[in-house]
């Protein structure tokens, strides 16, 4: 007879609150070892059911419920909204929330996180930092367009203790999974990259590989990234504006071929996240007397074009 470890043979209960690109992706590979739910903020219908393209191109159904019982006692809870609608979305679900239960918030950016890690101090609030890519594209179909790695790491002091666990859980996924003791730094590693691809994809309208050569891009970057170089250095964070700058243009040049999520934001007419992006180091900046009239001109420039 079988002897499986009891930690295989229960599958934890996960609530992922966003059925958007990121939701859905981790609900895909999540979807065989786990027992899913979604909260959403629009959808009437008891069930979200969707086809999910893994990386190999091969496609699943996933049919997956939602959550409309307050009762509902989730061992994780994946926030997996935009930025600007993290800590609006944690409140829907406060009735949810609980101290023996973590909280992962995947956002790109900064400042949301900090502002949720403050608000819930008693709730485990833990951070994300991925690289895998994913959208849904016009047919509805969940596409996972890139394979990549993500991070976990405590926020809040009581999350701590929750850490491996709850990277534990999210790497029966069969997604590469592991532990950062300081996934706040990855965050704003991820945050210079963003603040200095993200704008100016959006700005020309054009591919991540587009940028590099283009007058508008190489008349800015430096500045961009000195300014987040100088805030990075006031809170305590080693970054130097060359080696910030050499990333930028690496990674414009191995993603050359995407269309940053920005871009595609302005594309479909919906919010950016530039003020958790270029927004928050014009922000952060001014707050301590640092200068930042460039990230603050492309923050301003992003929000025109809508
Ligand atoms: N997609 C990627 O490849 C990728 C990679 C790395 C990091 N990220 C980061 O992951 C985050 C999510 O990105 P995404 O691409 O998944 O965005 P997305 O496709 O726009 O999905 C966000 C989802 O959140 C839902 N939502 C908003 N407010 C809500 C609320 N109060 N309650 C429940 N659901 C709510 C939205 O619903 P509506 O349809 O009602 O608006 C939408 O379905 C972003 O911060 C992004 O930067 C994404």
Known sequence: ???????????????????????????????????????????????????FCDSHGDRH??????????????DLILLTTKAPDAEAALVSAEQLLHRR??????????GSQQAIAARFSSVPILA?????GAYIDAAGELIHAGRGQTWVGALNECAHSHVATAAEQLGRSG?????????????WQKLAINAGINPFTALLDCSNGEILGHDYF?????????EVSQLMHAVGR?????????????????????????????????????DMMNGFIARESESLGLPAPVNRALTEAVKALR
């Open 238 to 274: 080693t970054a130097h504006p060359e080696e910030l700058e050499a990333r930028v243009r690496d990674v414009a040049r191995r993603t050359a071929a995407n269309s940053s999520s920005m871009r595609q934001d302005i594309r479909s007419g919906r919010p950016t996240e530039v």
């Open 175 to 187: 997604l590469e999974v592991s532990v950062d003791k300081d996934v706040e730094d990855r965050l």
């Open 128 to 132: 994300a930092s991925t690289t895998e």
């Open 1 to 51: 007879m079988s002897t499986a470890p009891m930690t295989q043979a229960i599958k934890p209960r996960i609530l992922i609150i966003g059925a958007g690109a990121m939701g859905r992706l981790w609900a895909g590979y999540l979807q065989p070892c786990s027992e899913l739910f979604f909260a959403t903020r629009t959808a009437q219908a008891p069930r979200i059911d969707f086809v």
């Open 218 to 226: 190489e008349e800015r970057i430096g500045a961009v990234c000195h």
């Open 101 to 110: 239960r973590p909280v992962i918030l995947f956002q790109n950016g900064m």
């Open 61 to 74: 159904r996933i049919d997956i419920p939602v959550c409309r019982n307050h009762d509902l006692a989730p």
